[in-house]
């Protein structure tokens, strides 16, 4: 019976996670409900303008943020809006 409070832990932790859906899960939904937009698109469109690695996305509220780490070694952040795909904003990341 020593695994027992293991287990329980677990069990509680699965519980906990389930609970909160990730920021995949959440994005997935809405693009299902058509909330927001395929993030394929974004990316693309991120990509063409900034040509490089996609280092990070996230999602923040109704807002994507892609992180693109360009040929010259910089970062760039690209902020585009969930819900119609338009480009808010792109900022180059301070050293």
Known sequence: MRHVP?????????????AEPSEQDRARAAVLRGQFVPLEG?????????????????????????????ADGRVVELEYDARSGAL???ELEDD
């Open 42 to 70: 974004i990316l693309a469109d991120a990509q063409r303008r900034q040509p490089g690695r996609v280092v990070e996305v996230e999602l923040e509220g109704d807002e994507y943020e892609v992180e693109i780490l360009r």
């Open 6 to 18: 293991m287990m329980v832990c677990l069990a509680a932790l699965a519980g906990a996670a389930l």
């Open 88 to 90: 808010r904003g792109q």
